[in-house]
């Protein structure tokens, strides 16, 4: 239903237009009837104090016009500039009025309304009558600008427009007056426009409105008041979206006896939030999001339907051209023409772009209906192999071969690249395990574990390496599947569940001596002896390591029978036997350096500092650490860094040195904060504890 409404003086005919409301200044109090009743307005106090200062009655070189309030469908762009009007009337700025048009730009093409008929419907509202309208739609806008330029300042709201060709006819000649643009575009091709894009409402905002809104209802609705972690969770779900608030608001104040617990568990499940979050016609998420995806020319609309196959939270530039299957540099100006159509939003770094929560789930939704989707799936798990891969053989020691033309250029680039892609990485093991494609599944998780392993990520190796056992077994790959049962222990352990970590390394032995792969055997021998070490239980961890060195040196494995001997030695230390753990540890010393293992030569010559302390030999401890310490640094592990820096701080401290004992365990302690995972926080919490003993 359309409404117009005139107030204040009539100097002429009015001839009202489609969602035209005028107001002018009656004698004396200015009318602010023009604009529609303001909606439940909460925060923005950022954006609000901008647009406030931009409507202020100052002209200078500087003045800017015309302000083009972007974003998402939903995000408060209408409430926010009527706000803004409303402020302005009221303090007299706008003496001229306030003329307000809805330009419905995502209406079908029919029912838009184009700059020549909202002139023409302004025109008449201003007192032209409709003889006196000029057919020309260029005539127009120029009898438009004469008739601003004698009029007193006036406010023009073009709300809901598409495009710069829908508003850029009503502009005014003159730096009296201002314009304040509301569209779901980000109109950078408006000539002098000041640009200004809104975000979701912050949490603490977002719960404030739903409050608001349903006191609105009913003064003594105290439902959010009463549960507000449920209210949290609700506006969470609700992705701070003030459309999908309003809409949740109305749902609960339609029926007082639904608790906002239910509501947000009613939300909870993605394939029914979007479903759930529909009240009426008007007033409805889906129906919203609707009118911004059938603006789309029809290649844009593949692209967002795609880019929500993708699992992660945001996707890089180069898997978008996967999924599309077209090159990258064909892909960058359908994606900055999401990005201008609040679509899709910028994400962590340049190349690479989130959605909205809501509209993701409606992105998803079109693309399940989509019979190119399964391609797709395929392509995007293709490249994600692809690189995962080209990034896990720079991690390895020794490495292993890279391709013929290597993705990366060294082990930083490629941990940048993973870092950046970790959630995507995480999340592709589901979308091959549910898509059926067993094989991806099982190839990324065993591809991860070295970098999972390296960043201390232990709960994203728990989640990928246990999907990946399941679909190991689907695929009856026994091997692969013990693999997984080895790197689920290590997690285990990791993470201080070390019955866990125990069992997981027992099932691998035993398949392994089932299919007769003695290395395999050897790997999960070497870490049930690591977890029998952190148990305490010194010979169990000594048995279990000598059962592995024999394998591996039948076997002719000189790498695992270094780490074997670092683990063994380590034990034999434990016990006392100082002499039969330095002559483990230089065993292995010598071959990380035959083999050029610098990271596990680091670890040796770390240990090696221990031991010489436990004999009371502290220079010598101190001159291992420092030869240590330097081998972490160079190659980028944080991890040994910091594990070495307290032995050295510990070193410092039976040696009497108490202010070198604080400075390396408060550096020790300064880099494990900055490490992610629960191992790295029991390893701070423990040099805390350290510390408070000897500062």
Request: net charge negative.
């Amino acid at each position: 239903m359309t409404h117009n409404a005139f107030s204040g003086k009539l100097f002429g005919n009015v001839v009202q237009g489609r969602d035209i409301t005028l107001s002018l200044p009656p004698a004396p109090p200015v009318a602010v009837a023009g604009l529609p009743a303001q909606p439940v307005f909460v925060g923005r106090e950022r954006e609000l104090a901008l647009l406030i200062a931009a409507l202020r009655p100052v002209v200078s070189e500087q003045t800017v016009v015309v302000w083009s309030l972007g974003g998402l469908a939903g995000i408060g762009k209408t409430a926010l500039a009527v706000r803004a009007a409303r402020t302005a009337l009221h303090e007299g700025w706008f003496p001229g009025g306030v003329v307000m048009v809805n330009m419905r730009g995502y209406d079908l093409p029919g029912e838009r309304v184009s700059a020549s008929a909202a002139l023409a419907s302004l025109l008449g509202a201003l007192g032209v009558t409709g003889q006196h309208v000029p057919a020309d739609a260029e005539d127009r806008a120029r009898l438009w600008r004469s008739v601003l330029a004698e009029r007193e300042r006036t406010l023009i709201l073009a709300d809901n427009a598409s495009s710069v060709d829908q508003v850029r006819p009503l502009l005014p000649g003159t730096a009296e007056h201002r314009v304040v643009i509301t569209s779901r575009h980000r109109l950078a091709d408006l000539e002098g426009a000041r640009l200004f894009d809104l975000d979701v409402l912050p949490f603490p905002e977002a719960v404030a409105m739903l409050a608001d809104e349903l006191a609105t209802s009913d003064p003594d609705d105290g439902r959010v008041r009463d549960d507000p972690g449920s209210a949290d969770v609700l506006v969470r779900l609700c992705g701070g979206l003030p459309l999908a608030i309003r809409v949740a608001a109305a749902l609960l104040a339609s029926d007082p006896a639904r608790s906002v617990a239910e509501m947000a568990n009613d939300l909870a499940e993605d394939h029914r939030r979007l479903e759930e979050l529909h009240y009426s016609g008007s007033l409805a998420v889906r129906a919203a999001f609707d009118l911004s995806y059938r603006h789309l020319e029809d290649s844009h609309a593949r692209l967002f339907r795609l880019i929500a196959v993708n699992p992660g939270p945001e996707i890089g530039v180069d898997a978008v051209a996967a999924l599309v299957g077209s090159e990258v540099s064909e892909v960058k100006r359908p994606v900055r023409e999401l990005v201008r159509a609040n679509l899709l939003q910028p994400g962590s770094a340049s190349g690479r772009w989130r959605m909205h929560d809501l509209l993701r789930l409606y992105a998803a939704e079109a693309a399940a209906k989509d019979p190119e989707r399964e391609a797709a799936v395929v392509r995007l798990l293709d490249h994600y192999r692809t690189w995962n891969y080209a990034a896990s053989v720079t991690f390895v020691e020794p490495p292993l071969p890279a391709a013929e033309h290597p993705v990366f250029v060294d082990r930083f680039e490629a941990l940048k690249w993973v870092d950046a892609e970790r959630a995507n990485l995480v999340t592709a093991v589901s979308l091959a395990f549910t898509s059926g494609r067993y094989s991806d599944a099982v190839g990324l998780s065993l591809e991860m574990h070295e970098y999972l392993f390296l960043r201390n990520h232990w709960d994203d190796a728990l989640a990928v390496h246990d999907l990946a056992q399941v679909a190991a077994r689907l695929l009856g790959d026994r091997r692969s599947e013990a693999l997984l049962l080895n790197y689920s222990g290590t997690a285990h352990r990791r993470s201080g569940h070390l019955d866990e970590a125990l069992a997981c390394h027992q099932q691998a032995a035993a398949i392994f001596q089932e299919l007769g792969d003695l290395d395999g055997e050897g790997l999960a021998l070497h870490y049930g002896g690591k977890v029998h070490r952190d148990l305490g239980d010194w010979q169990a961890s000594i048995d279990s390591c000598r059962r592995a060195l024999l394998i591996f040196a039948e076997t002719g494995r000189r790498f695992e029978e270094g780490a074997v001997l670092f683990n063994l030695a380590v034990a034999l230390g434990a016990l006392g036997r100082f002499s039969e753990a330095v002559e483990c540890h230089l065993r292995d010393l010598e071959i990380c350096r035959s083999l050029g293992f610098r990271s596990a030569e680091g670890r040796t010559l770390n240990q090696l500092g221990v031991l010489h302390r436990k004999a009371g030999r502290f220079a010598d401890a101190v001159e291992h650490h420092r030869q240590s310490l330097l081998i972490p640094r160079e190659g980028g592990d944080p991890n040994g860094e910091a594990d070495t820096l307290v032995d050295l701080g510990i070193t410092y401290r039976d040696w009497g040195r108490v202010p070198e004992a604080i400075d390396c365990l408060r550096k020790g302690l300064e880099v494990y904060e900055r490490l992610p995972g629960s191992g790295p926080a029991i390893l701070a919490a423990e040099v805390r504890e350290l510390l408070s003993t000897i500062e």
